[in-house]
């Protein structure tokens, strides 16, 4: 399983991006998804987690109401839609997979998800 993200780049405080993460297997629909990320000097951290069902999703709180995750099982691809973009949110984006996951469970610790993609950067700057 490959997963390729991307859609980062440098937007100005208040604005908005779309994360794509583009996995490769056909049977992706049945797995769960979430982005994570890393800013410099600090841990990894959840950000938002989706079912493969896509009818349960989580987002850490720093993110609620801001940031929306979704999927389209036809295109293999999970989002992650930011908008109201601050400079705490600049980063490393990571998507995860998880395969074998139940249908309306979504997973929000790291080391549940057993597929990863490369990263991409976000920076929140004026």
């Known amino acids: 399983v490959q997963l390729q993200a991307s859609g980062g780049g440098l937007v100005q405080p208040g604005g908005s991006l779309r994360l794509s993460c583009a996995v490769s297997?056909?049977?992706?629909?049945?797995?769960?998804a979430a982005w994570f990320r890393q800013a410099p000097g600090k841990v990894r951290e959840f950000v938002a987690a989706?079912?493969?069902?896509?009818?349960?999703?989580e987002y850490a709180d720093s993110v609620k109401g801001r940031f929306t995750i979704s999927r389209d099982n036809g295109k293999r691809t999970v989002y992650l839609q930011m908008s109201s973009l601050r400079p705490e949110d600049t980063a490393v984006y990571y998507c995860?997979?998880?395969?074998?996951?139940?249908?309306?469970?979504?997973?929000?610790?790291?080391?549940?998800?057993?597929?990863w993609g490369q990263g991409t950067q976000v920076t929140v700057s004026s």
């Open positions: 989706l079912s493969w069902s896509s009818g349960d999703s």
């Open positions: 297997t056909p049977t992706f629909s049945r797995y769960a």
């Open positions: 995860a997979v998880r395969t074998g996951a139940r249908h309306s469970v979504y997973y929000i610790a790291a080391d549940e998800y057993d597929h």
